[in-house]
């Protein structure tokens, strides 16, 4: 078993930045494929970026490619999203992920963290 635990949540101006983290604990860390996913009020949850198992593949969604960059430590069983640019759109709560299958497609995960709330707003 994995559990996630997110932090780095809050209130940000527009065209400010964030980081969020995503620890894990239980097994090992760099076995799993990593993705964050947002979901907005009143929207279905989306895929933002996942990050190969060693970090050597990445992806974006189109609406936060060149803002956001994802990254993840395998020593420190942390993953991380560094936000940049922030948009009032960019408001959802958002979830790191592990799974198991190799590729960066696809929102079938085996684990999901709580969230942790970004609001971007002046």
């Known amino acids: 078993q994995v559990q996630l635990v997110e932090s780095g949540g809050g209130l940000v101006q527009p065209g400010g930045s964030r980081r969020l983290s995503c620890a894990a604990s239980?097994?090992?860390?760099?076995?799993?494929?990593m993705g964050w996913f947002r979901q907005a009020p009143g929207k279905e949850r989306e895929f933002v970026a996942a990050v190969s198992r060693g970090s050597d593949s990445t992806r974006y969604a189109d609406s936060v490619k060149g803002r956001f960059t994802i990254s993840r430590d395998n020593a420190k069983n942390t993953g991380y999203l560094q936000m940049a640019s922030l948009k009032p759109e960019d408001t959802a709560v958002y979830y790191c992920?592990?799974?198991?299958?190799?590729?960066?497609?696809?929102?079938?995960?085996?684990?999901w963290g709580q969230g942790t709330q970004v609001t971007v707003s002046s």
């Open positions: 239980g097994r090992t860390f760099s076995s799993y494929t």
């Open positions: 992920a592990l799974r198991l299958a190799r590729g960066l497609y696809g929102s079938n995960y085996d684990y």
